[in-house]
């Protein structure tokens, strides 16, 4: 067990909905990544958020967003979907410190997979 | 070209085998992963290096920044170590932190 909780884990919807995924990070931990797992495109880094605070952007799609809550959950938001958006979307939290840059390894939640038919 | 290359995409061994696995990367970075996925799709890091070399068990990893090159190495192999096994790469730029990944290697341990 990472530490690292996603849900929902399944997720079917369809073409032009909008749905949320959400990740609450280890104890303790500041950052929170989101990355894209599809067939075609492998892995892929989205976003990244210190402590409420977006820190990178990666090849994240403007239909999606995300944001960082003070108690330090995250949410992805997933909207006008497309066929192509079916993938794994996998969220990471570290040890990441600001003036330290990345102190510790990475820890995975366990994905949420969706589906748009 | 990518920015991360692993090779081989596929390797097949038998039970017991010694295995490499490497990753050739062409940009600055302040660290290197190696994670590994299972077929239900969960990853887990199993090591994050800046330099030298790492031992985890029969797992072992090693980094040569000058070569921008690194091996994961798994000696006396099992069927459980069967698995995707993905190499990726931190970089930072003015203060944004980035991971690229390489599109994995297929292990399949024969018992």
């Known amino acids: 067990d990472s530490g690292v909780t996603q849900t929902p884990k399944h997720l079917i919807t369809a073409t032009g909905q909008r749905v949320t995924l959400r990740c609450s990070p280890r104890?303790?931990?500041?950052?929170v990544y989101w990355y894209q797992q599809s067939l075609d495109q492998g892995l892929q880094f989205l976003i990244h958020?210190?402590?409420?605070?977006?820190?990178a952007k990666g090849n994240i799609l403007e239909r999606f967003s995300a944001q960082q809550f003070p108690d330090l959950h995250s949410e992805l938001n997933l909207s006008s979907l497309e066929l192509g958006d079916s993938a794994l979307y996998f969220c990471?939290?570290?040890?990441?410190?600001?003036?330290?840059?990345?102190?510790?390894?990475?820890?995975f939640g366990e994905g949420s997979r969706l589906t748009v038919l | 070209k990518n920015e991360v290359e692993q090779s081989p995409q596929n390797l097949t061994a038998q039970e017991g085998e010694f295995i490499t696995i490497n990753c050739s990367y062409s940009?600055?970075?302040?660290?290197l992963h190696w994670l590994q996925q299972h077929p239900g799709g969960g990853i887990v890091s199993l090591f994050m290096?800046?330099?030298g070399k790492k031992k985890h068990g029969r797992l072992i990893a090693t980094i040569n920044i000058q070569e921008k090159h690194s091996s994961l190495h798994i000696t006396a192999s099992h069927p459980r170590d069967s698995a995707v096994y993905i190499c990726?790469?931190?970089?930072?730029?003015?203060?944004?932190?980035?991971?690229?990944f390489g599109t994995g290697t297929r292990l399949t341990i024969i018992p």
């Open positions: 104890s303790g931990d500041l950052s």
């Open positions: 958020y210190y402590n409420g605070e977006e820190r």
């Open positions: 990471a939290s570290s040890g990441y410190h600001l003036g330290q840059g990345f102190t510790g390894e990475l820890f």
């Open positions: 940009v600055g970075i302040s660290a």
């Open positions: 990726a790469v931190r970089s930072t730029n003015f203060g944004n932190e980035k991971l690229t």
């Open positions: 290096l800046s330099s």
